[in-house]
Structures are given as structure tokens and as C-alpha cells.
């Protein structure tokens, strides 16, 4: 398989995997969060999908095309650190899906986020939350990735004992 | 459809094209060029195609994946236009194929070389010979694209009389 090859294969999974979470919170109501913008191609893919449910997005600093950047007031730039403890009072009510992306080519540093992020993202979600994830996350309920979905490839959880 | 639907089309129609044109120069002997490495995926993909065939890499500068990167021998740095003046001696015979992808966010210098490439491309291809490129370029005969493939999303030309 070549590295053309792999690429697509992973764009796919990601997305059979948003259109996956967008179907397991149909129905609940509240926000949802995209943790690391980048270029802004999965938040413009949530945002279609999930149609008038505010979408909250988080990055260290605005990298996005010019047509996925969040209106203003559903965009955090920043340290997550920093975002995390502003969306709590900004966003005022428990988020129902979170979907992170922020793997880089820094592994050790991909590593630390990921540490960091499972514990500190609890507080803004919603008991029952779907987390999708893009690095392995600790302190949440594993799921069934979608179908055709290799193990590995993307994180899927659900937090505490709701939903 | 959202930027990641368009975004996972494009290199769909990519590997789709790639794989015609590996296709339309089987029998034919002679070196393929990549004008554009770049990330390395689409030289890591004709690489996997075209088996022993030479294979010549140029950009500007060296921005590969370490996996994609080639051979000292295969890999023409620096300004195009030195480098072909380079690679007329160093391939020492004409190419069979040259896939072109070099198009950038700046649409003005993206179109000014496209208006270069196409005539400078000439004196390293054999007749016949093959090209597949992101941007439309002059002086080549149009073929069609493989089935699936959207008119204009990818480019593709036989030079001259032969083949």
C-alpha cells in the first residue's frame, strides 16, 4: 500500500467515523466541541452534519481555510489549558460529542497532550458524552469503532454512565 | 459536500489517474518524471507502480516524508528551471511519463508556471510520452480522463505524434 494509498484510507476512516458519532447523538441535546481545528476539513464536515447544533472550536492558533473558520464566538484560540478553563464559563452547559485531532509529527509532544487532554476535557462534557478521538485517550468507556475501521486507526469512547 | 468529501474526491481522482497513466506507458520504455515532490505521496505511489522503472523527483526544496524520499541520484533540487537544464544531461534520454503537481495556495505564481512548464517540459519527453498534471498546461494533446474523474479536477496529455 502506498503512502497515497494509506493517506485516503485514513481520511475515510475519519470520516465513516464522524458520520458514525453524528448518529450516536441524534436526539441529545447540547454543543459539540472540535479539540484542534488544523485546516478546518472535519469541522466543516461536522458542521454539515450536524446542522443547527453549536459546534465549538479549539487551537493553539487560527490555521484554517479561509471558509472553515468558526464565527467568533464558537472559536477558542489559545493553549488548550487556557481554552479549556474559558469554554467552561463561555459555553455555560455540558457538550454531548467532542471530537479531537491534534496528533502532530512531534510524538512526545502528541503524547503529553494526549495525557493531559482525557482528564481535562471531563469537565466540559456531558454524562454520556461521545468522544472521537484521533490519539488513544485514558478515563473513558471504549466503543465499537464503525464498520470497515481498523482498530487503531481512530479512538472512540463514551464518558461515565449516561446516555 | 464538505471540504473533507471534496478533499478525499480529489485524491481519489488523483490515485485514479496516476493509475491510468502507469497504465498507458506499460510496454514503452524510458525514465517518468515527478515535477513536484512535495510530501512524497504521489512519488511514493508511481514508485509502487511503475517497478523498475527510473523515476526522477524534482522541487525547490526537500520536504518529503523520510520515507518518500529518493534516491541522490533521482532527486533534482532547487529552481525548475535549473533543474530541467540539469536533468537533460543527467537523464540522458527522454521520459515516457511526467506527472506535474505543483500547485500552490498563490494562484499567480501557479499560473506563471504552468505557462512555463508546459514548453519546458518538451525537450525531456519522448514522443508520445504522457503527462498528467494539477493545472492545465499548453502545447499538449488532450486526452481523456479514466472513468470517475471529474473534467478539470486533474489534467492529462499525450505530447506530440508517436506512441
Not at 69 to 77: G, H, R, S, Y
Not at 94 to 104: Q, R
Not at 131 to 155: C, I, K, M, N, T
Request: hydrophobic share 45%; charged share 25%; aromatic share 8%.
Amino acid at each position: 500500500m502506498s503512502r497515497l494509498d494509506s493517506f485516503i484510507r485514513r481520511l475515510e476512516a475519519q470520516r465513516a467515523c464522524l458520520d458514525h458519532v453524528v448518529g450516536l447523538i441524534a436526539g441529545r441535546d447540547g454543543p459539540a466541541l472540535e479539540i484542534g481545528l488544523g485546516n478546518g476539513r472535519t469541522y466543516d464536515h461536522l458542521r454539515a452534519r450536524l446542522g443547527d447544533r453549536a459546534l465549538y472550536a479549539f487551537d493553539r492558533e487560527l490555521k484554517a481555510h479561509p471558509d472553515c473558520v468558526p464565527p467568533a464566538e464558537f472559536l477558542i484560540l489559545g493553549d488548550f489549558r487556557d481554552g479549556f478553563r474559558l469554554a467552561s464559563v463561555r459555553i455555560g452547559r455540558p457538550a454531548v460529542l467532542a471530537h479531537c485531532d491534534f496528533g502532530s509529527g512531534d510524538r512526545a509532544a502528541t503524547a503529553a497532550l494526549a495525557a493531559w487532554l482525557g482528564p481535562a476535557l471531563k469537565p466540559l462534557l456531558a454524562p454520556g458524552a461521545i468522544v472521537l478521538s484521533d490519539q488513544a485517550l485514558d478515563g473513558f468507556r471504549p466503543l465499537p469503532l464503525p464498520a470497515g475501521v481498523a482498530e487503531g486507526r481512530y479512538f472512540l469512547y463514551r464518558h461515565g454512565d449516561g446516555g
